[in-house]
């Protein structure tokens, strides 16, 4: 009897994108489960590794290039989303990540951060903020409290934070939210959501560091931290931006998604 030929193929096995080199974080760093959660996300979408590629700038979480198993451009201090832009303007057929932390994209960073979010670049950039600068060893970032004393603000820091997210609200991305290191599925969705987003996305992520700023760590985010409400309406911008605000004074972090809308590149 000759053998059936309704036997199914085996299904092919789906691409990891963690690389083989080993992540060099400290032990409990926030950004191990964000790498877990882009690698989700994109087995998710299930394209292949040479069609992806993973940009970054200069600190801890910019390290990412070097774990995934993508293309990936480690370029300069606050220079990532530049180097992103020029990559999705010439393949525009690529699927392009960019990731940092606060400082790389809000300091040194600042000024491409904001032109990249108004000209609505179908980028998906993923902010690790931890609100200190981890990788020169302690020092004051953008995001970092007021009075928030460190090596280079020993009295206390005396200006306002910078709230990442109402910076991208005000400054036109398309698709804006907001996730916690120590909820990967929740992250992955909301990361998933981003990538298959036709604009600029951004999801500004709490992502502790446990060397460098102790008192901010994954037990304070996670009592100051909670769900957006169900009710919210992401198209309305105005809600977003005054649930932004409010959390932000209250210093409260929302979770998941606060505003997405299409409009043209």
């Not at 059936?4 to 080199?21: F, L, R, V």
Request: charged content about 20%; some cysteine.
């Amino acid at each position: 009897m000759s053998p059936s030929t309704d036997t199914p193929e085996k299904e092919a096995e789906p691409y990891q994108y963690k690389g083989e080199s080993k992540p060099t974080w400290c032990a409990g760093c926030g950004d191990y489960s964000v790498l877990a959660a882009l690698n989700r996300a994109l087995i998710e979408i299930g394209r292949p590794p040479w069609e992806i590629v993973v940009v970054s700038g200069i600190g801890c979480s910019s390290r990412f290039p070097y774990f995934m198993n993508t293309y990936g451009f480690h370029s300069a201090h606050g220079r990532a989303m530049t180097v992103a832009t020029g990559l999705k303007s010439a393949r525009p057929d690529l699927l392009v990540v960019a990731t940092g932390g606060d400082g790389d994209a809000l300091a040194i960073g600042g000024n491409h951060f904001f032109h990249t979010m108004r000209r609505n670049v179908d980028i998906t950039y993923l902010l690790m903020d931890n609100q200190i600068y981890g990788m020169t060893k302690g020092q004051t970032a953008p995001t970092s409290h007021h009075g928030f004393c460190t090596k280079s603000t020993p009295y206390g820091a005396i200006e306002p934070p910078v709230d990442p997210v109402w910076c991208a609200l005000t400054m036109g991305a398309t698709y804006v939210a907001q996730g916690a290191s120590f909820e990967v599925k929740a992250l992955a969705d909301l990361i998933l959501a981003g990538i298959r987003h036709p604009g600029m996305a951004i999801i500004n992520i709490l992502s502790p560091c446990t060397t460098y700023n102790k008192e901010i760590g994954k037990d304070y985010f996670k009592e100051q931290s909670f769900a957006i409400p169900a009710d919210h309406d992401p198209s309305d911008l105005m809600a977003a931006l005054k649930l932004a605000r409010d959390s932000s004074q209250a210093d409260r972090y929302p979770l998941g998604l606060l505003h997405q809308r299409t409009q043209p590149t």
